[in-house]
């Protein structure tokens, strides 16, 4: 059964760092993995879809890249900004058509 | 164009009553799915339907919940005689899903319906 989990489970920086989140899963066998924001009260936001054969996904001052081989994902923020703030949710696609989730970073930028 | 759309947005039930909840999907997106997200967790998989057929259920988690899509389109999540443990978000998602492009194929979530169960 696929497991994800995503370190640190809550992050603060002040405005105008940079940050990385981490995502690791525990069945290489994926077809894919996504970043996904979500705000309070609010649905998902996909950010970044990076297929099992690719290295990494670019947007803006988002980077993911992935590493199959060992089960990790990491998910690069360039100067953080408040509006930043957000939880970050990796997610795995197996054989199935079905996501599995970590359970997310709550990310803080203080202005 | 118009997004994933869920309602109510909020619901809250007695125990033991019965829920329905609705999910209008992107016009011409294949694939429908239903997620289940409690308090402080990621969304975890109900259920998935490609057009109106129901195509994985695995991640029911009993027989009082049930989902239907009849014409391929808007698709309810019914749950019966509701308890407190399915306080919940629930999240509806859709994905064009082309044939041959399944696998890269992104799926857009709804704002998700609130059900609190006292």
């Known amino acids: 059964?696929?497991?994800?989990?995503?370190?640190?489970?809550?992050?603060?920086?002040?405005?105008?760092?940079?940050?990385?989140?981490?995502?690791?899963?525990?069945?290489?066998?994926?077809?894919?993995?996504?970043?996904?924001?979500?705000?309070p009260g609010k649905g998902l936001t996909s950010l970044l879809l990076i297929q099992s054969s690719q290295r990494e996904q670019t947007s803006g001052r988002l980077n993911a890249s992935l590493d199959k081989s060992s089960g990790r994902s990491t998910l690069y923020i360039a100067a953080s900004q408040p509006g930043d703030s957000a939880?970050?949710?990796?997610?795995?696609?197996?054989?199935?058509?079905?996501?599995?989730?970590?359970?997310?970073?709550k990310l803080t930028v203080n202005p | 164009g118009a997004g994933v759309s869920?309602?109510?947005?909020?619901?809250?039930?007695?125990?033991?009553?019965?829920?329905?909840?609705?999910?209008?999907?992107?016009?011409?997106?294949?694939?429908?799915?239903?997620?289940?997200?409690?308090?402080?967790?990621?969304?975890?998989?109900?259920t998935y339907f490609q057009n109106e057929a129901q195509l994985d259920k695995s991640g029911l988690p009993?027989?009082?919940?049930?989902?239907?899509r009849p014409e391929g389109s808007v698709s309810t999540l019914k749950i019966q005689r509701t308890?407190?443990?399915?306080?919940?978000?629930?999240?509806?998602?859709?994905?064009?899903?082309?044939?041959?492009?399944?696998?890269?194929?992104?799926?857009?979530f709804g704002p998700g319906t609130r059900l609190l169960v006292l």
């Open chain 2, 6 to 46: 869920q309602s109510p947005r909020y619901k809250v039930a007695k125990r033991g009553q019965d829920v329905a909840l609705r999910c209008d999907p992107i016009s011409g997106h294949v694939s429908l799915f239903w997620y289940q997200q409690a308090l402080g967790q990621g969304p975890e998989f109900l």
């Open chain 1, 87 to 105: 939880t970050y949710l990796c997610a795995v696609r197996g054989g199935s058509e079905k996501l599995v989730f970590g359970k997310g970073t």
């Open chain 1, 1 to 39: 059964k696929q497991e994800v989990t995503q370190i640190p489970a809550a992050l603060s920086v002040p405005e105008g760092e940079n940050l990385v989140l981490n995502c690791s899963f525990t069945d290489s066998a994926i077809y894919n993995l996504q970043w996904f924001r979500q705000d």
């Open chain 2, 62 to 68: 009993s027989d009082r919940f049930f989902a239907e």
């Open chain 2, 83 to 108: 308890q407190q443990e399915d306080s919940a978000v629930y999240l509806c998602a859709s994905s064009l899903d082309r044939q041959g492009r399944g696998a890269q194929e992104t799926q857009y």
